[in-house]
């Protein structure tokens, strides 16, 4: 199952090793779709290339290329991936890995000769993996429903940039100017789940491209458009498309916005999941996190992330004691060099690492050890710088305000911050210069204390 898988993988990557440049298919004719309206289809081999170049037939265990006359299988184009499946003549199975198109209507399909053989001219029956493309239909038929969310609460400036189907996934690439709020994104997600519970039906047509126009059809900016185009329909939303989708909404199921990101300048991205493509997710990240958390399974995710978050707050509280210890002991050397301003003591330190409350708890103790003390505290953590001033109850009575010295030295720092005469508190951006407007705090004091 694993070699299978990393076969598919690389028949996505290239077509079997040779590309339409490098083997003259003019004498073969081009291949019939008929994927539209059913997944198996009876079909005669044209050509078989193995190894750049025609072969007669494919044997057991051989990665090849068939080119039939007829397919169900879609070949990869317009951001949907190709179809995988079987083609059956008896006992002989080619497992098709991937489907690939050129631009002279021949379908390649990409894979390997799984049991006995096949020769040019022989007769197959093309049958397309069917729960993969309905999967893959499903996220189609989303991708559209989406952007008419996104042009109903972003506004009308939003196009289709690019997008991407598979079975697990649809990707939507648009334009808009900034991130979407976690409210937009909720929005967009509820309407497009109303317009899939709506039930429409999908309409699919072809029309003149006048007419089509006419009728308000979507096209992709920068595309090129024959006389005639398809045109598919589902309630309000009408566009140019050339892929496979579901006959009815609802049968999408559900859908989940999974990420919302930038891709480029004034281009952003949306992932989404739906129907069985959308469990398979959730189960895919409540397996990740039962093993992240070394839980036994996944009902007992919540209970060990209770246990973890328990864990996590009290050596949260631990090391917030030890920050606390190590300050303290910093401010105790502080006062042996205690700057006298007209009777009171003033001292100031610069931490790392110090979390606010212990901060707090700091400055509480130095206002009850040393009542003529006032004391200013600057310190980060966590990218968050702080300041913090406390007066003891004399230096208060002398005239000391915490709240002032604190929106002085906060505006000096690029920040904000006030609160009451004996303990103040405020946000800075940048403490580079915090040394420096600590030592002259001094001077603010003369000019408070009597």
């Known amino acids: 199952m694993n070699e299978q898988r990393v076969r598919a993988r690389e028949a996505r990557k290239d077509v079997s090793g040779w590309s339409t440049d490098s083997i003259d298919l003019t004498a073969v004719a081009p291949t019939q779709f008929t994927g539209y309206t059913t997944l198996e289809q009876p079909a005669t081999i044209l050509a078989i290339v193995r190894d750049g170049s025609f072969a007669d037939s494919v044997e057991e265990g051989q990665q090849a290329t068939l080119i039939v006359d007829a397919t169900s299988f879609y070949g990869e184009s317009g951001g949907q991936v190709g179809d995988t499946g079987v083609m059956v003549n008896g006992e002989n199975v080619f497992t098709v890995e991937n489907t690939k198109k050129d631009h002279e209507g021949h379908f390649m399909h990409i894979g390997t000769m799984t049991t006995g053989s096949l020769s040019t001219k022989d007769t197959v029956s093309a049958k397309v993996d069917e729960q993969r493309r309905r999967r893959i239909m499903s996220n189609h038929s989303a991708c559209h429903?989406?952007?008419?969310?996104?042009?109903?609460?972003?506004?009308?400036?939003?196009?289709?940039?690019?997008?991407?189907?598979?079975?697990?996934?649809?990707?939507?690439?648009?334009?808009?100017?900034?991130?979407?709020?976690?409210?937009?994104?909720?929005?967009?997600?509820?309407?497009?789940?109303?317009?899939?519970?709506?039930?429409?039906?999908?309409?699919?047509?072809?029309?003149?491209?006048?007419?089509?126009?006419?009728?308000?059809?979507?096209?992709?900016?920068?595309?090129?458009?024959?006389?005639?185009?398809?045109?598919?329909?589902?309630?309000?939303?009408?566009?140019?498309?050339g892929g496979t989708h579901v006959p009815n909404t609802a049968q999408i199921g559900v859908f989940k916005i999974i990420s919302e990101s930038s891709v480029a300048a004034g281009v952003r991205r949306i992932e989404a999941a739906t129907g069985m493509g959308l469990l398979d997710n959730a189960e895919q990240v409540i397996g990740a996190v039962a093993s992240e958390l070394k839980a036994a399974g996944q009902a007992e995710v919540v209970a060990k992330a209770q246990s973890v978050a328990k864990e996590l707050k009290a050596q949260s509280r631990e090391i917030e004691s030890l920050q606390a210890q190590i300050a303290n002991s910093k401010v105790q050397e502080l006062f042996a060099n205690t700057v006298s301003v007209k009777g009171v003591r003033y001292i100031h330190a610069v931490l790392k690492d110090t979390a606010p409350d212990s901060l707090r708890t700091l400055g509480d103790q130095v206002k009850a050890d040393a009542p003529d003390v006032v004391a200013v505290f600057a310190a980060s953590n966590e990218g968050?710088?702080?300041?913090?001033?406390?007066?003891?109850?004399?230096?208060?009575?002398?005239?000391?305000?915490?709240?002032?010295?604190?929106?002085?030295?906060?505006?000096?720092?690029?920040?904000?911050?006030?609160?009451r005469p004996d303990s103040a508190m405020g946000g800075v951006a940048d403490l580079s210069k915090a040394e420096q407007v600590l030592e002259s705090v001094a001077q603010m004091l003369e000019g408070m204390v009597k």
């Open 145 to 241: 429903l989406l952007q008419l969310a996104l042009r109903q609460v972003l506004g009308n400036h939003v196009h289709q940039a690019g997008s991407y189907y598979d079975e697990h996934r649809c990707r939507f690439d648009f334009s808009h100017f900034s991130a979407m709020t976690s409210e937009e994104i909720a929005k967009v997600q509820h309407l497009v789940n109303q317009m899939i519970l709506s039930a429409n039906p999908v309409q699919v047509e072809e029309l003149p491209i006048e007419q089509a126009k006419n009728k308000g059809a979507m096209a992709l900016f920068g595309e090129k458009y024959g006389d005639v185009v398809r045109v598919c329909t589902m309630g309000d939303s009408v566009e140019f498309c």
């Open 384 to 419: 968050k710088s702080s300041v913090l001033a406390v007066c003891g109850a004399e230096a208060v009575k002398a005239g000391a305000h915490a709240g002032k010295l604190i929106k002085e030295i906060t505006a000096q720092l690029g920040g904000k911050g006030g609160g």
